[in-house]
């Protein structure tokens, strides 16, 4: 069974900076990343990292959050730097395994006050 768990979240000022943590387990894992969800909005990517270190971010992400990941560990990592209140949301670790099975965290929570 394959499972997701994110911790690292809180509440932070704007221009602060938050690290998110997510272990999985059950699987090999090809791809994990880092979604995220604000309140009556969709779901929207923030970064990806394939086993072989390649990453992609989206465009509110790049040059201030970087993803990084411990294949050893099944772990993946997201630094936050300079956050902004538009950052404010759910943020869901994902995996894609090596047989192509998806899966999601439970998420965890980023709020930055002004």
């Known amino acids: 069974q394959v499972q997701l768990v994110e911790s690292g979240g809180g509440l932070v000022q704007a221009g602060g900076s938050l690290r998110l943590s997510c272990v999985g387990s059950?699987?090999?894992?090809?791809?994990m990343g880092w979604y995220r969800q604000a309140p009556g909005k969709q779901r929207e990517l923030v970064a990806t990292?394939?086993?072989?270190?390649?990453?992609n971010y989206s465009d509110s992400s790049k040059g201030r959050f970087t993803i990084s990941r411990d294949n050893a560990k099944n772990t993946v990592y997201l630094q936050m730097n300079s956050l902004k209140p538009g950052d404010t949301a759910v943020y869901y670790c994902n995996s894609v395994s090596m047989t192509g099975f998806q899966a999601w965290g439970r998420g965890t929570q980023v709020t930055v006050s002004s």
């Open positions: 990292i394939n086993r072989d270190g390649i990453t």
């Open positions: 059950g699987a090999i894992f090809y791809i």
